[in-house]
Antibody, heavy 115, light 110 residues
Framework: EVQLVESGGGLVKPGGSLRLSCAAS????????MNWVRQAPGKGLEWVSS????????YYADSVKGRFTISRDNAKNSLYLQMNSLRAEDTAVYYC????????WGQGTLVTVSS | QTVVTQEPSFSVSPGGTVTLTCGLS?????????PSWYQQTPGQAPRTLIY???TPSSGVPDRFSGSILGNKAALTITGAQADDESDYYC??????????FGGGTKLTVL
């Protein structure tokens, strides 16, 4: 059974940093691209970033480019999102999702950016 | 900037059929955009219904189907049930590794 479990969310001040993790199981992790998708409170879904299986290619939404960095460790079956220079508008539930289009989703982790 | 359009809201009677659409602010949606559909209820993670136009995700009832209708992608629910009342999102691949979600459609079953 495919499982994706996010962690690392929390409360952070504007300008601060946070690192999200996504632990994957139930499939050959290195064979799949992975993504981060977020959802601000009461709003719709927003694709944030993607990374290919071998980490060769990384893609970012304009809203996070230059501030967020996606990475993965295939030996640990884990996906990461390093978030720097956080803003209030980055407040959201962050989901990791397999492949694109996104066939499996985690339950999400809440990031709150507030002073 | 690519904008993906969806009806903000829709209503369907129990047992009825409804078609939700997913378009582009400029241009037509084709299979090359790999349109995909997700269902989300409040407080829950999205659930994948249909990916790459018309492939149902595992365990999805066959009353959900995807297609291209005219210049848009479409999600059709045939024989709507009360628990289909949810938010529905589409996503399109717009190239260069970029995916864009629509704003979502709030479906009411009454």
């Amino acid at each position: 059974e495919v499982q994706l479990v996010e962690s690392g969310g929390g409360l952070v001040k504007p300008g601060g940093s946070l690192r999200l993790s996504c632990a994957a199981s139930g499939f050959t992790f290195s064979s799949y691209s992975m993504n981060w998708v977020r959802q601000a409170p009461g709003k719709g879904l927003e694709w944030v970033s993607s990374i290919t299986g071998s980490s060769t290619y990384k893609y970012y939404a304009d809203s996070v480019k230059g501030r967020f960095t996606i990475s993965r460790d295939n030996a640990k079956n884990s996906l990461y999102l390093q978030m720097n220079s956080l803003r209030a508008e980055d407040t959201a539930v962050y989901y990791c999702a397999r492949q694109g289009p996104f066939d499996y989703w985690g339950q999400g982790t809440l990031v709150t950016v507030s002073s | 900037q690519t904008v993906v359009t969806q009806e903000p809201s829709f209503s369907v009677s129990p047992g009825g059929t409804v078609t939700l659409t997913c378009g582009l602010s400029s241009g037509s949606v084709s299979t090359s955009y790999y349109p995909s559909w997700y269902q989300q209820t409040p407080g829950q993670a999205p659930r994948t219904l249909i990916y790459t136009t018309n492939t149902p995700s595992s365990g999805v009832p066959d009353r959900f189907s995807g297609s291209i209708l005219g210049n848009k992608a479409a999600l059709t629910i045939t024989g709507a049930q009360a628990d289909d009342e949810s938010d529905y999102y589409c996503v399109l691949y717009v190239g260069s590794g970029i995916w864009v979600f629509g704003g979502g459609t709030k479906l009411t079953v009454l």
